[in-house]
């Protein structure tokens, strides 16, 4: 991270931007051209692991990508604000975000996508919601197990530097 000033490291600051985030952008490689989805997600975030749970139809591109190349990036941001300034180059945005990056799987377990659907649901809208095997057959699963992440917060009070 070139700007380490703004690097975010506190667990619970991270945490803070997984809830409050509601938006993950899955970045895949097709071929040699990116191929970016907006989707809604549940993670599990345990002693330091970050792993994402997103969910898609039972066919179309995205699931074509990952199939032939599961490496991808998933991106989050938050609490957006601009920073003004009567100077046009001094104007800037306060933000927190996240970037991880890893390997996306489609996942096969009913149980897992029971789990993970769960998990979906009460980050998305703060409710529990039952699932069966029935009702998670209809649908895929992606894992994205991410490797290495990072943080950044670039606060509201400082100048657009």
């Known amino acids: 991270m070139r700007r380490k000033d703004r690097e975010v490291t506190d667990p619970d600051v991270i945490l803070y931007i997984l809830k409050k985030s509601k938006v993950l952008h899955l970045g895949l490689v097709d071929g040699?051209?990116?191929?970016?989805v907006?989707?809604?997600y549940g993670y599990t975030f345990e002693d330091g692991k970050l792993t994402f749970y997103v969910h898609s139809a039972p066919e179309g591109r995205k699931l074509d990508i990952i199939r032939k190349n599961p490496s991808c990036c998933a991106q989050l941001e938050c609490d957006g604000a601009l920073i003004e300034?009567?100077?046009?180059?001094k104007y800037g945005y306060s933000f927190y975000s996240l970037e991880g990056f890893g390997?996306?799987?489609i996942v096969e377990?009913?149980?897992e996508k029971i789990k993970a659907l769960s998990l979906l649901m009460?980050?998305?809208t703060g409710?529990?919601?039952t699932f069966t095997e029935d009702m998670v057959s209809n649908v895929e699963?992606?894992?994205?197990e991410c490797s290495d992440y990072s943080a950044k917060h670039r606060p509201l009070n400082k100048s657009g530097s």
């Open 32 to 36: 040699n051209e990116p191929y970016i």
């Open 38 to 40: 907006p989707m809604n």
């Open 85 to 89: 300034s009567v100077i046009a180059c």
């Open 103 to 105: 390997k996306a799987l």
């Open 109 to 111: 377990d009913n149980r």
């Open 122 to 124: 009460e980050e998305q």
């Open 127 to 129: 409710r529990s919601f």
């Open 141 to 144: 699963v992606i894992r994205i």
